[in-house]
């Protein structure tokens, strides 16, 4: 058969898809708004969220100190 034949007679080959193109932009459209409204934070959340990376920072760098003494330590003269 041809393809005016199987469009005439409504047989689509599997991998033919319909689309729409408004409705694909609108969705795509209100798929970014949701994403940017759940992007979207208030000041004070954002400051929590910034004091809490901070202190995750110092903890990792009082880590890092101890463990910068520890392997001095490890590696003076006491241990040998």
Request: hydrophobic share 30%.
């Amino acid at each position: 058969m041809t393809n005016k034949k199987d469009f005439q007679n409504n047989c689509f080959s599997p991998n033919w898809l319909e689309v729409d193109l408004t409705e694909a932009r609108t969705a795509q459209t209100s798929r970014e708004e949701r994403l940017e409204s759940k992007r979207r934070k208030d000041l004070n959340t954002l400051l929590k969220e910034l004091e809490e990376i901070k202190q995750n920072i110092e903890k990792a760098a009082e880590k890092q100190h101890r463990l910068a003494n520890l392997m001095g330590f490890y590696s003076g003269e006491f241990a040998q």
